[in-house]
């Protein structure tokens, strides 16, 4: 799973879940935009091969095709932004993000999702988000304009 770049404690990932919370939002911002500009250049292998080969767009798509290529780069920023925090982000489209801990001596993951309003689980090393479990003594708390 490679070396940890930063061990966290519950409140240190706590600390970060309003930079992660804009992050994602970004993120999900950008890849609808993302999946409508693939849709109008002809599909995903047609998108690929314009952002990996340098491929032409299909005539008047080169608008859509230069705006792929930014929205592209913006979610690559984005998410080199987070593992920069020393995060690791698992998955873009459920916006999972865990953290290394350490739990009683042993490594552990706190998995925080975007929408949770704070970090209430962990899983092992080794598992993953069907592993996560509930942080004993941690009560999910409700955003504050819900209360």
Known sequence: MGEPTR??????????VPTLELEFGRVARLRDELR????????ADASVDILQNGA?????????SRRLKVVADE????????????????????????FYAMEGGQPILLCWQFGEPQVTHWHGVEEGFSGRRPIEGVEPQRPEFLN
């Open 56 to 64: 032409e767009p299909p005539a008047g798509l080169e608008v859509e």
């Open 36 to 43: 409508s500009l693939v849709e109008a250049l002809g599909g």
């Open 75 to 98: 979610i690559a920023a984005a998410v080199a932004r987070v593992t920069e925090l020393g995060c690791l982000v698992k998955d873009l489209d459920l916006g999972l993000v865990d």
């Open 7 to 16: 061990i966290f404690t519950l409140d240190e990932a706590n600390e970060l």
